[in-house]
């Protein structure tokens, strides 16, 4: 059984930075695709980063290109967004989510397997 966890969401001040984590047991490390989205209170989860399986492809929504980066940890079996100059909009849950295969998807519905979700919060 596939399980999710993110971790690394917290209070901090506009121009701050947080590091997000996903740590995901039960299948091998280099056979998923890891999508970061978030949701809006009484919205649905929009994607705003993803890294295919090796690490090599990438993609980042235009509000946080420049800003977000995800990346994977081979040794650490990990994955993390890196959030740099958060902005009072970035407030929102933050859902790690995996994906079979190699490549991410652009849609919630492609992932199988979902984190618990963390807040972050960006006062101004």
């Known amino acids: 059984q596939v399980q999710v966890a993110d971790s690394g969401g917290g209070l901090v001040q506009a121009g701050a930075s947080l590091r997000l984590a996903c740590e995901v047991s039960?299948?091998?490390?280099?056979?998923?695709?890891v999508g970061w989205f978030r949701q809006f209170p009484g919205k649905g989860r929009e994607l705003v980063a993803a890294?295919?399986?090796?690490?090599?492809?990438?993609y980042y929504a235009y509000s946080v290109k420049g800003r977000f980066t995800a990346s994977r940890v081979t040794a650490r079996n990990a994955d993390y967004l890196q959030m740099n100059n958060l902005k009072p909009e970035d407030t929102a849950v933050y859902f790690c989510?995996?994906?079979?295969?190699?490549?991410?998807?652009?849609?919630?519905?492609?992932?199988?397997?979902w984190g618990q979700g963390t807040q972050v919060t960006v006062s101004s």
């Open positions: 039960g299948r091998p490390f280099d056979t998923y695709a």
């Open positions: 890294i295919s399986s090796t690490g090599l492809s990438t």
């Open positions: 989510a995996v994906r079979s295969g190699r490549w991410y998807g652009s849609t919630a519905s492609s992932y199988d397997s």
